[in-house]
């Protein structure tokens, strides 16, 4: 990976490439083993890990451009949730080594190191406020003697400091634990202090559903190829060929991909964010494999309406229900993708009740297919 992509990723002029910032809270709402899953698989981090690669040289001048291409990399692997050493994403969940193990990995309770509130401090100050704390800290950090406590003035001073922004909360909830209070009494004070801080800021309980996740996350791996804790893009199916392999209908399988794309990244699918996340994995000039076919003919902006023409819409063999399935943007499965599934049924000789069933087992449409087949000139009729 060059520093190419690094700047794509920083754009704020071109969204093609540019890191989709993972929403607040998502990953942390996950259980742990399920953040690790989906940030190793987010083709982002795959990107980044190990980069920049070690060097060997002791020029000073490449010794600065390593630690700004670690400084980038830890900047971008903020915004899709991850802080604290990189582990290949190789690494099982169980393999996990105690001194490796982040602290964002461990609960949706978990202690916070003095660089952790440093650093909720330096991104939530205000300017005049961090001026005020670089002298006190700097006025602490003088020597001490028997009749000078710098660090117990520098205290009392932060105190007398009038600054709005230190006296606010951050966005991170953090809370002072008496270490002797009963269980009890500890999850009944939590339970009001997250109401509250929920209340303020507007935030909803998040449902989870970890009992479907790694049903998920298997159709993802067989979706876009991951195996060994990396993508092969000789790996990859389509939805047809994935449900043909699990049994279940594309209807199934498209839905369970959706769920997973929102799992790994945080959004809801569309086909311009799965270009934004997988592009650069997948279509840039630094790409280590070859693009494959299906990446190439995966949908990269939705459907939209389409105008129908005039002899299509006087046409009597045409019906409503033609122009409806034409015109109308197609929420449940791209337009492109259902005619390759619709494609390859065909090519294995399925007639339209098949193919209605395979694809929408609660409401079966026929005569959907087959004007999907009339619609189409390159689908026998």
Same mark, same amino acid.
């Given at each position: 990976? @060059? ?8 754009? +704020? ?5 540019? %890191? ?37 040289? @002791? ?32 690494? /099982?969940?169980?393999? %996990?080594?105690?001194?490796? #193990? ?21 991104? @939530? ?11 006190? #800290? ?17 205290? #009392? ?65 067989? *979706? ?10 000789? &790996? ?9 392999? @699990?049994? =279940?209908? %594309? ?6 991909? *959706? ?18 996340? $997988? ?10 494999? /070859? ?13 939209? &309406?389409?105008?129908?023409? =005039? ?14 399935? +034409? ?6 499965? /791209? ?12 090519? +294995? ?8 069933? /395979? ?14 087949? $009339?619609?189409?000139? =390159?689908?026998?009729?």
């Amino acid at each position: 990976m @060059t520093i190419k992509i690094i700047l794509s990723h920083l754009s +704020k002029e071109d969204d093609n490439f540019a %890191i989709l910032d993972r929403p607040p809270y998502q990953l942390r709402n996950l259980p742990v083993q399920m953040r690790w899953e989906a940030t190793r698989r987010h083709p982002s981090y795959q990107l980044l890990w190990n980069y920049p690669p070690e060097v060997s040289s @002791t020029a000073p001048s490449r010794i600065d451009l390593n630690a700004t291409q670690v400084m980038l990399r830890q900047v971008l692997l903020i915004k899709i949730g991850y802080s604290g050493p990189t582990i290949s994403p190789s690494t /099982e969940f169980n393999d %996990i080594g105690e001194d490796e #193990f982040p602290e964002w990995m461990s609960g949706s309770i978990h202690p916070i190191s003095t660089r952790g509130m440093l650093s909720i401090a330096l991104l @939530t100050l205000s300017h005049a406020a961090l001026k005020d704390m670089a002298r006190l #800290f700097e006025y602490a950090a003088k020597e001490e003697s028997e009749d000078d406590d710098f660090r117990a003035q520098a205290y #009392f001073s932060l105190l007398r400091v009038a600054d709005e922004s230190l006296d606010q909360y951050p966005d991170e909830l953090i809370v002072s634990l008496a270490p002797q209070s009963s269980v009890k009494q500890f999850q009944a004070d939590a339970k009001a202090i997250l109401a509250r801080f929920q209340e303020h800021r507007n935030l909803h309980p998040a449902r989870t559903r970890a009992d479907r996740y790694e049903d998920y996350l298997r159709i993802w791996d067989m *979706r876009e190829g991951w195996c060994h804790g990396q993508y092969q893009s000789e &790996r990859e199916m389509t939805l047809s060929q994935i449900a043909s392999q @699990t049994g =279940d209908s %594309i209807k199934t399988i498209h839905n369970r991909y *959706r769920s997973s794309f929102e799992l790994i990244t945080g959004h809801k699918y569309t086909p311009e964010l799965w270009f934004r996340v $997988m592009g650069p994995l997948r279509f840039t000039d630094d790409e280590l494999q /070859e693009i494959s076919i299906i990446s190439k003919r995966r949908p990269r902006k939705s459907s939209t &309406r389409q105008e129908i023409p =005039d002899s299509r819409l006087n046409n009597p063999e045409h019906d409503d229900t033609l122009v409806t399935s +034409k015109t109308q943007e197609d929420n449940s499965l /791209e337009l492109a993708q259902m005619r390759l599934d619709v494609q390859s049924l065909i090519a +294995k000789g399925w007639d339209n009740d098949r193919i209605a069933r /395979e694809l929408n087992p609660d409401e079966p449409h026929p005569d959907i297919v087959q004007k999907f087949r $009339m619609l189409y000139q =390159d689908l026998p009729s």
